[in-house]
């Protein structure tokens, strides 16, 4: 499978997430590994290369972290937009 | 202009002759717009009784997890400069050793780009910053990433190792404490700026049982210095004190918690195989008490406050463990309870908890640390659970080995 279509996977598990659960970093990669067949440790390196370009962002609440797709409010506060 | 708000309830905090975090906020806010709106709304609470901050969110520098907590008024309007008020943590120098220039250059920055306010230090042990925007976050980074420093952890993330001043300073450190603190951070980077965990995991070395930096009470693995081997005792030193008003019977006999000293006002004696190693007799007497030539380490695991559910002490899990660089026994330890944690813990559950829910055998076995009698939840408590028949013989072939091979396993 190509890393683009692996992204683009990431993003739409992510996207059906929104608003409902919030996900961990392990939990993305155990459902895009489940669903496309790729190894998680694959899966995990393309999650943080999306990451450090700053596409997606952890999250903080309550003490625990998650990764979740940035605002368009937060990515212009932050000047990427 | 900063504004200046009219603060009568937070003045009675200026009262009486300890200083006040309201004096020190006035300051800031005498010339900054940021910590001046903090005061304001800090008013505001103590009126309504009401608290007006919401924290978390995706607030972070790109591609950390850790290191920033976000943190937001819930009244911008009212308060606009502290509509994000978001707090910066930066890992420490282990033992927390600065230079004076260190700190100025913290606090410049801090000053052009922050409230102007700093706690020093969390409780975890970082260096915390208070109050900045979102837009400042990554000039900040770069500030102190291109100076050395780092971010330290947050979240579900390891957490800034922290360690007691350790040899640098302080005559009763068992092992390197500063040097297993720094190796620990350096291991576990990724673990602490990509929170990935169940919750938080925090690793706290001590040099000896006086623990000042309460690693039994506050990390989920505590690492504290301790010995093996009888106390050395110098009678003439012990002689110095009395001589010098050291009340050695009710001060130092009496309190030992397993009553293993005796004193006729001549000699001090140390019934040494019931000494639990506290430190007690030592701290009160350096001059006349050393620890043991045979150091290492006691790894107890679990504690933690009582965020969640309540508060935990650390459990010994290994009693004695030799700590030598490069500490690759306790790199190794510590990568299996946290895969242990990381496979079975539920969202916001720490080790301690888990291994309450899981049990300790579980835990053990798939850690690979035999069960000792010496595992135990308190000191002078039996054992916390039933021993197999395995267990006996793995206990003895350990010991055999030991006196074998004359190094020290568990």
Not at chain 2, 71 to 76: C, D, I, N, V, W
Not at chain 2, 141 to 164: I, K, N, Q, V, Y
Not at chain 2, 221 to 239: E, H, L
Not at chain 2, 343 to 354: N, V
């Amino acid at each position: 499978m190509e890393v683009e279509e692996i992204k683009k996977k990431i993003f739409e598990v992510l996207e059906k997430a929104k608003g409902k659960k919030k996900l961990k970093e392990k939990d993305v990669c155990r459902i895009v590994s489940e669903e496309t067949g790729v190894d998680k440790e694959e899966v995990k390196r393309i999650l943080r290369s999306i990451i450090d370009e700053g596409k997606l962002c952890y999250s903080y609440s309550g003490g625990a972290s998650s990764v979740e797709i940035p605002s368009e409010e937060y990515l212009k506060e932050k000047g990427m937009l | 202009m900063p504004k200046k708000y009219d603060t009568p309830l937070l003045n009675e905090l200026e009262k009486g002759p300890w200083p006040s975090f309201v004096t020190e906020i006035k300051k800031a806010a005498a010339w900054n717009k940021m910590a001046a709106d903090e005061l304001g709304q800090l008013e505001k609470s103590y009126r309504t009784r009401l608290v007006y901050w919401k924290h978390g969110g995706i607030v972070g520098v790109r591609g950390y997890g850790g290191g920033i907590i976000g943190r937001y008024s819930e009244l911008p309007d009212e308060f606009p400069e502290v509509a994000h008020f978001h707090t910066v943590r930066i890992n420490q120098p282990t033992g927390w050793f600065y230079s004076t220039d260190a700190l100025r250059m913290t606090c410049d920055i801090w000053d052009k780009y922050g409230s102007g306010l700093t706690n020093m230090h969390g409780s975890t042990g970082d260096m915390v910053l208070l109050g900045t925007r979102t837009e400042s976050l990554e000039p900040i980074f770069a500030e102190f990433s291109s100076r050395g420093w780092d971010l330290g952890g947050s979240g579900s993330a390891m957490r800034t190792p922290s360690a007691c001043i350790g040899q640098a300073r302080c005559e009763w450190a068992n092992i390197d404490s500063l040097d297993i603190c720094n190796e620990m951070t350096q291991e576990f980077q990724d673990e602490m700026h990509r929170p990935a965990f169940p919750y938080k995991f925090k690793i706290k070395v001590s040099g000896c049982a006086c623990d000042c930096v309460a690693a039994i009470a506050r990390a989920d693995c505590s690492i504290i210095g301790t010995w093996k081997g009888d106390i050395k005792i110098d009678q003439d030193a012990v002689k110095w004190y009395a001589k010098n008003g050291t009340d050695i019977q009710n001060w130092i006999v009496d309190m030992c918690p397993t009553k293993c000293m005796s004193y006729d006002g001549k000699e001090l004696k140390i019934d040494n195989k019931n000494c639990n190693r506290c430190m007690h007799c030592i701290s009160k007497m350096t001059k006349a008490l050393k620890a043991g030539d045979e150091k290492g380490a006691t790894i107890c695991i679990g504690s933690k406050a009582p965020i969640v559910v309540g508060s935990l002490l650390s459990w010994v899990i290994v009693p004695f463990i030799k700590v030598e660089p490069p500490y690759d026994n306790l790199r190794a330890l510590i990568r299996k309870m946290i895969e242990w944690w990381d496979e079975y813990a539920k969202p916001r559950e720490r080790i301690g908890e888990l291994i309450e829910s899981k049990g300790m055998r579980s835990f053990l076995e798939y850690i690979g640390v035999p069960p000792v009698p010496q595992q135990i939840k308190e000191p002078r408590k039996d054992p916390f659970w039933f021993f197999h028949g395995d267990d006996i013989e793995n206990i003895k072939k350990l010991e055999a080995e030991e006196k074998k091979t004359g190094k020290y396993k568990f």
